[in-house]
């Protein structure tokens, strides 16, 4: 493949341009080249600290964790690991799994895990093996690809991540937490002076299982977070709960597996359309966003639950392409049981038999549901304990979000009783209220993952002043040059005009 740079010199025709350059068959040659013209990572400044086995622990291996760990590099900040509980990179996440989108949501030109460096980008690796005409035809990242990006981004950077290391308790410490691990289903204790939980859209809660479908027995529904046997549904007649994009996605692949039918229920009179978040994406309101008052984001954050989430165009017609797939609208639940190995469901008026249900319901988020937080869960600041919303804004969903301050940090319910909290940096779903966006995915990455490493390096340098002060003010400095380099040349008055002037 022969490499031509998008922009060739202006005094320089292209065709003179791509007869200078390298033939060359390496799809990354651009990014090594990137690489080395910013120069090696700086080294480590942080000093040890007896029994502190980590300085920085992602937990989530992913494409936030990756990115996290590559931003902590490039700051030189050192002793970081990053966990996760999968077996391997192709559990780990949600590109390969969970995620059953043909495409991304997000649009395609996001700055993501390049941090500012192009090369780095998915745009230049999907050009670099498929053309920049490819690139120009896709309107959104299809989910495959993006997850072949992610993982040629941690393999070209050489992040290392520990598969099969869970976290089962963090327990705080003097100074430092104990993580209390299963590393290849072992019990295992680590320690660490910093957590950052990129750990994706469970990470601070779970998924939200609607009570009509609790009652029923397990083998009869999932939700969209359980790995689905769908080729179990073929002939079967499915039932989805919920109208957003997972929803949709889920529906499309039954009825892309066979299913006999596919009836989705959405409890509002029509399809969330209106894309209340996206009008946020301009710099002045994307930048400044976690600034504003907590009235004006708590007022956004009950904005968007009103209006709700908005599946894709792509995601209904995937599904409506099938004559057997079935919408009902203003169509809650009211109750369920099981009959004869089969779901009986009264919807409004009307009485339907399924084989089996999804949950397409979302994920809720509540510190206190979280057994790794359990030793003080009920120490961290949520909003409702920060913001009392007007009457006709209330949400009892939105208040148990954390309150996280800047550096997506928790914050004490009780000034002084829990200071090592802030030692905890969340970067998932549970910062929606706070930072106004779905953190961890793409849109989050620019703002948000500088801000976190910059907090966390200025946290683990203060933490250690006095080692640095001595370190920047001592006396073992090893000269530059000795005085005999300029001792010839310094001047010196000739003796005879010494005389002469005294005389």
Do not use: C
């Not at 670099?128 to 896709?138: L, N, P, S, T, W």
Request: proline share 8%; net charge negative.
């Amino acid at each position: 493949m022969k490499i031509i740079p998008r922009h060739p010199p202006h005094f320089q025709s292209v065709s003179a341009w791509e007869i200078d350059m390298t033939i060359t068959t390496d799809p990354d040659i651009e990014a090594r080249e990137a690489l080395r013209l910013i120069g090696p990572d700086p080294d480590n400044w942080i000093p040890d600290r007896p029994g502190v086995d980590h300085n920085v622990t992602v937990v989530g291996g992913s494409g936030s964790g990756s990115t996290f760990a590559f931003a902590l590099r490039r700051a030189s900040i050192g002793g970081v690991t990053v966990i996760d509980a999968a077996d391997d990179e192709a559990h780990a996440g949600v590109w390969l799994n969970r995620a059953r989108m043909n495409k991304l949501r997000t649009p395609k030109n996001l700055p993501g895990p390049e941090l500012g460096i192009p090369a780095l980008s998915f745009q230049a690796w999907y050009e670099a093996r498929h053309g920049v005409e490819a690139y120009a035809a896709i309107d959104r990242i299809p989910r495959l690809v993006w997850a072949e990006y992610l993982s040629w981004y941690r393999q070209f950077l050489g992040i290392p991540v520990r598969y099969r290391t869970r976290l089962v308790r963090i327990e705080p410490v003097e100074g430092f937490f104990r993580l209390h691990l299963e590393v290849n289903g072992v019990p295992q204790v680590e320690t660490t002076r910093k957590i950052i939980f990129a750990n994706g859209v469970a990470g601070t809660g779970g998924p939200y299982v609607p009570s009509v479908l609790a009652v029923l027995p397990r083998t009869l529904y999932a939700h969209t977070a359980d790995a689905i046997d769908f080729r179990a549904l073929r002939g079967k007649t499915v039932a989805v709960l919920g109208a957003a994009a997972s929803a949709f996605d889920a529906a499309g692949v039954a009825l892309e597996s066979g299913a006999k039918a596919v009836h989705l229920f959405a409890r509002r009179p029509a399809i969330a359309s209106l894309p209340v978040n996206r009008v946020r994406g301009y710099p002045g309101a994307y930048d400044n966003y976690p600034e504003l008052p907590d009235a004006a984001r708590w007022f956004q954050a009950w904005r968007f639950r009103q209006v709700g989430s908005t599946p894709p165009a792509d995601a209904i017609e995937r599904a409506i392409a099938f004559p057997n797939f079935h919408l009902h609208l203003s169509a809650t639940w009211r109750s369920a049981h099981e009959q004869g190995g089969r779901i009986v469901a009264q919807v409004n008026d009307d009485v339907f038999e399924f084989d089996f249900a999804i949950a397409g319901t979302g994920y809720f988020v509540d510190p206190t549901k979280r057994p790794e937080l359990a030793d003080f869960a009920h120490q961290i600041a949520l909003w409702r304990d920060r913001y009392e919303p007007p009457a006709d804004q209330r949400d009892d969903d939105l208040g148990t979000h954390p309150y996280l301050g800047s550096a997506h940090e928790y914050q004490e319910k009780v000034p002084g009783s829990a200071p090592y909290l802030k030692d905890i940096h969340v970067f998932n779903p549970a910062g929606f209220v706070s930072f106004g966006l779905p953190i961890g995915d793409v849109p989050s990455i620019r703002r948000d993952v500088p801000a976190v490493v910059a907090r966390i390096s200025h946290d683990l340098f203060f933490a250690d002043w006095a080692l640095h002060e001595a370190r920047i003010t001592g006396d073992n400095i090893a000269p530059d040059f000795h005085a005999s380099l300029y001792t010839a040349a310094v001047w010196k008055q000739p003796i005879k005009a010494a005389l002469a002037d005294s005389a």
